[in-house]
């Protein structure tokens, strides 16, 4: 496995795939066999074929969290399956028994989670950068399959409707993936290959190279719910919005991390686009308070503009941020140090935040109810700063409102 990508199926996790497995972690469903969840009924739920009682199956769906989330590899999950097939006298499964039984059955669970939370990231990733292109790669396995390594470099439009069935992986042990380019040039820079034609009968129910119950784009309705969770948190009133993500899009924020990162770059590398980023939300008991202080944000929603990323970094002219510190901002606007509001007589209100950093603190601007053209009203990341304690202090003296932390 030469592609960094696909090495952190099994290495390095990565927030999507994290996010991506979570999202099954509350809806365990027991099961007696392997088909009884089909295809896309995956995304939203977690299930070990024959593991019927609830409390074993939490257990093992941890063991896989842990995988996923440590990187630990698949000896460490062995150990773990054992040790929870002892303590709950499960008997009777598939591979029990021998050695060699044991290790295909917990390769073929380790494998096929990892393999499936990975490309629902992924997929997600890759809807977020909106890339124009994606691209079929084979992952390299030393028994190929035919049918997939024919597809290899396949270069197609990302709404093709080959997608929908041939999103890989497309069976048991398949370690094929996608990659996204925004140009033809650029496709082919990372693998594609532009002789390479669609497979015959690629559009069948059941194409010939997909393993039963695999004809499916694994994640597709997970980055669907990404969407919705985003939509949902734009036009919900703030207090039922800011309610929905403490519950329950706390996790899909995380996941955003990457694509953001990739919003970052895009965003210092060409002119402004008018193009715009869901970063965060707006905690519930922020928007309590500020509402006992007589401003009501609109929306829950905190959404960063590409033209505001270039002022804050291309046009700063004293204090700028670390850019490293402000690719990471989805997970730090989780936990401000310090939040302020500055309620104005005249123009939009904001939130103020403030996160330490070493020496002093890094500033996040957030306007309230800011009016974007073509977007309408949205609480906007306006600009980003490093402030000093006197800073904060001469804030509060001008009369802004502690909400969240102390000086």
Not at 303 to 317: E, G, P, S, Y
């Amino acid at each position: 496995m030469t592609e960094p990508g696909l090495r952190a199926v099994f290495r390095r996790p990565f927030a999507e795939q994290v996010a991506a497995f979570r999202l099954r972690l509350d809806n365990l469903i027991p099961t007696q066999a392997w088909d009884d969840l089909w295809q896309a009924q995956h995304d939203r739920a977690f299930m070990v074929a024959g593991a019927t009682k609830a409390d074993l199956l939490a257990d093992l769906a941890l063991a896989v969290d842990k995988a996923i989330t440590e990187g630990t590899g698949i000896e460490a999950f062995r150990r773990d399956f054992r040790a929870l097939v002892e303590s709950h006298g499960w008997h009777g499964w598939t591979g029990e028994g021998t050695k060699a039984g044991e290790a295909w059955r917990t390769r073929v669970i380790y494998r096929t989670n990892m393999r499936t939370s990975y490309a629902a990231g992924r997929m997600a990733q890759l809807r977020e950068a909106g890339f124009r292109y994606w691209i079929y790669r084979h992952g390299g396995s030393m028994e190929p399959r035919q049918a997939h390594l024919a597809i290899d470099g396949l270069i197609l439009p990302s709404d093709h409707p080959f997608w929908d069935r041939w999103s890989p992986p497309n069976g048991w042990g398949c370690s094929c993936y996608v990659v996204g380019a925004h140009t033809m040039r650029a496709a082919q820079r990372r693998g594609g290959k532009p002789d390479v034609q669609l497979p015959e009968g690629w559009d069948d129910p059941a194409p010939e190279g997909i393993d039963t119950g695999w004809a499916y784009a694994p994640g597709a309705s997970v980055a669907d719910l990404i969407t919705t969770m985003a939509q949902k948190l734009r036009v919900l009133p703030a207090t039922i919005g800011a309610d929905l993500m403490a519950s329950a899009g706390l996790t899909i924020l995380r996941a955003r991390a990457e694509a953001f990162d990739a919003f970052v770059t895009r965003a210092l590398s060409n002119p402004p686009r008018g193009e715009h980023f869901t970063v965060g939300a707006l905690k519930p008991h922020w928007i309590a308070q500020a509402q006992a202080a007589g401003v009501t944000p609109h929306s829950a929603e905190i959404t960063v503009l590409d033209r505001n990323i270039a002022h804050t970094f291309r046009d700063a002219k004293v204090s700028p941020l670390d850019l490293g510190w402000y690719r990471q901002l989805p997970q730090h606007l989780l936990a401000p140090d310090l939040v302020l509001l500055e309620a104005r007589a005249e123009g939009e209100p904001a939130f103020l935040m403030f996160f330490n950093i070493p020496g002093s603190h890094a500033k996040i601007v957030i306007r309230l109810n800011y009016r974007v053209k073509k977007l309408g009203m949205r609480n906007v990341i306006q600009t980003g700063s490093v402030a000093s304690d006197r800073d904060i202090a001469s804030l509060i003296g001008r009369g802004a409102v502690i909400i969240e932390g102390s000086v």
